[in-house]
């Protein structure tokens, strides 16, 4: 049967499978193509820093720099220690404000656990005011240029931030409390009680092997198969296509991973997280945990960096449109987005975009199943199949640019 | 209390995403209830269309063969437009087609498919009030929702909101007034009309007068306007200013080319010298 979700930045029509009350295989489309990669070629290579972030009114931010990181790479340009440290404050306050929707207005709505709207709220127009206080305005900035950052911000813009930091740190701990799995309190309690109570903590358990492609100040590019690290490279990336749907699959090196919040907490060997998977392993329990615990993390990363800004560093360095290739991963809310650009005549002759969510709902087949084929198979009720579906923080409008 | 329906058709979901950012939202909504909005709590998609409602917010581009919750689209929107008793185009997707329009010619908005009259401009254009942007600032969003029957401009803008150019009440004004361009990106001095491409002195739009998320604006961050509340949304060469007998070829909203010419000779042949240094020394 085949059930349209929705509220999931877009929709997507998902196809159950029953056999004998089972669900036996899980099928995702995503109708809506909306052709990003064909406006963008043939114009100058810089509107990319205006289009790709229309790519999705969620994490554009990061669509945004990977953008800018592309055509860097093609021109050979390089930016400021300063330019880095703003790009992922705003990067980061990016997640903050997605993760915080997501595990409210999604996880919380779908369990029915009821919340304190206001200070989510508060919190949301905080992280999203972060990001204006650099790149301008939010959703849609442009303010990540080839070069650099288009802001020459002042104190006045640093103390504004940190102010709204620790706003934003007041009201998370106010609603979440301690990340102590020993004693969950508040709303991670709720969460733990609910999730138990339905009988849903060990659900959604999947291939349990992870993959980060980017490297920032936070995580490396590495893969963590079977227990065992490596390093990745984009070159082992393959993208597959799937009749009907205009998302694509991808796998790396012939292997489906799971990337994301729970791919990049899983690298960082953080006791709160570990103890989880040790007892959950790759379950909604632990993804949804996961997920909010690095809105937390990010914020303290936030605050560290706002102390490490030299404002005598230039914002921009000049960079000149030349010919050339840009194929790079950045870390988005939902995990390792990937843009491919070629420039000739100082065109956008190419450009393509893998994104994260192709990573964890890709079709697979019944030797070699997806991420979400796996989590889901075996399961006989359509609405935990639904729930563990969305513990994926699906990006529909991402998937069909 | 009006009920609202928001209906997405081709979108990128960032007008949802921008009225979310509006701070006074718990207030506003002791005034509105959404039965149906992507994001916050509302019935789903099925059980609101059997729903009554007063105004119908769309966002999104709308095109015939498209479908949403397994319905055809156009259908729906002819529907549920039919029975609102008002309606917001929300952002230029809804307003004009907007930047998904270059990849397919078909996509429209409510009442307009860019600078011209949609096959529905004559049955709506009594009850529609476009908030275009890209994405549409959130208390534009609340301002349509709240005000009934504001003054309209020729595209159906209110005109308290799009009376104003985006170049009112920006910083760099001083530098406009002279005629001192930015000598790059990343720096606070400068105008960016005349090399980056800034389109606020002819973008219709409140941008430096209501900020965003209640701090900046893009050309306050050294970002060109981009003129994303216009029909002619999204232009190409954005980061570079299109200039005849290197003049910028396009004039400020309303000034006739002599006059701009005019004031520019005389800005141009007086050096300011304030104007001309960075505004901290190191």
Redesign the interface.
Known sequence: MIE?L??I???A?VEYSFVSGEIKDVVVRF??Y???E??LQG??A??A???AP?????C?HAHLQAAAMALERAFGCKISKK?KIIREITRFAEIIQNHI?WFY?VIF?QLHIPYD??KV??A??LA??L?????????????A?A??????I?HVELL?AKAIVQEIEEILFDLLGEFDEKQLSKDLAKLFEALKSKNLLQIGKSLDRFITLSEDSVVKNVKILHGKRRKTSLRFVQERAFEGSYAKGVLYRGKFYETGPLARMMQMDLPFIKRLHRRYKDSITTRIFARIYEAKLLLQIIAEHLDQIDL?E???I?CKVVDGMGYVSIEAARGSLIHKVAIKNSKIANYSIITPTQWNLSNGTKENPSLLQKAIIGLRDREKANLVFRSFDICS?CTTH | MDRVFWL?G?????????F????T??ALLKNIEFIYH????SL??SKALEQNFDILIVEGGIKRD?????VEFEKLFLELASKAKRIIAVGSCAVYGG??K???KEICGVLFAKEEKSHYFEKFKDKTINIPG??AHPEWIAYALIYQKPHLDDYFRPKELFAYTVHAGCTRNEYFEWKVDAK?????EGCLFYEQGCQAPYTHGS?NKIL????????????PC?GCTEPDF?Q?????TKTFMSIPAKMPLGVPKRAYLTLTGVAKSFRIERLSKRL?D?
């Open positions: 349209i929705e509220k930045e877009g929709e029509e109708p809506h909306r052709g990003i064909e406006i114009r100058a810089l509107d820093l205006v289009i229309r790519v999705c009114g969620i554009g330019a929707k207005l709505a709207f206001r709220h508060q949301i127009v999203n005011r990001i204006a206080l650099f790149a301008g305005q939010s959703p849609h900035s442009s303010y240029i070069g650099g950052v288009t802001c020459d002042t504004q005598n230039p914002s921009y000049p409008v | 997405q081709i979108t990128c979901n960032g007008n949802s995403h921008s979310v950012n509006l701070s939202l718990p992507p994001l916050l709590e789903s998609f498209w479908q949403r919750g397994g930047i998904f270059e990849y397919d890209c994405p790059s990106f990343g720096l606070k941008c965003w998320n209640e701090v900046a604006s893009k050309t306050r961050v050294g970002t981009f999204i190409r060469d954005l980061f570079q901290i190191d």
